[in-house]
């Protein structure tokens, strides 16, 4: 199975940027959907970002449209997610996430995941 190392969370201010990525152990990572996920303290992790195997479709949680960009590059095996615009409420641990199923914003279908990476928004 494949293997999803998630990188660049940090603490930033209201307002401010950061990028994400998530790196792939192989290259079965161009087969598949990658989305990005989060779970806040004492609630449910959510769907951020998806993005289909060849990039073209991406889809958002309305929270994030306009304010973050997923996107992938197959041949370094790497997903990122741009975040701008950043606000507290934001404040996640973020999380990578493979699928067979083209776009799906549902995580029962993904299949693999990586461990996270903390983002803390202060205001």
């Known amino acids: 199975q494949v293997q999803l190392e998630e990188s660049g969370g940090g603490m930033v201010q209201d307002g401010d940027s950061l990028s994400l990525s998530c790196v792939a152990s192989d290259r079965t990572f161009s087969d598949f959907t990658m989305g990005w996920f989060r779970q806040a303290p004492g609630e449910e992790r959510e769907f951020v970002a998806s993005?289909?195997?060849?990039?073209?479709?991406?889809y958002y949680a309305d929270s994030v449209k306009g304010r973050f960009t997923i996107s992938r590059d197959n041949a370094k095996n790497t997903v990122y997610l741009e975040m701008n615009k950043l606000n507290p409420e934001d404040t996640a641990n973020y999380y990578c996430?493979?699928?067979?199923?083209?776009?799906?914003?549902?995580?029962?279908?993904?299949?693999?995941w990586g461990q996270g990476t903390q983002v803390t928004v202060s205001s």
């Open positions: 996430a493979a699928s067979r199923r083209s776009g799906t914003a549902w995580e029962g279908e993904y299949h693999a």
């Open positions: 993005i289909t195997w060849n990039g073209a479709n991406t």
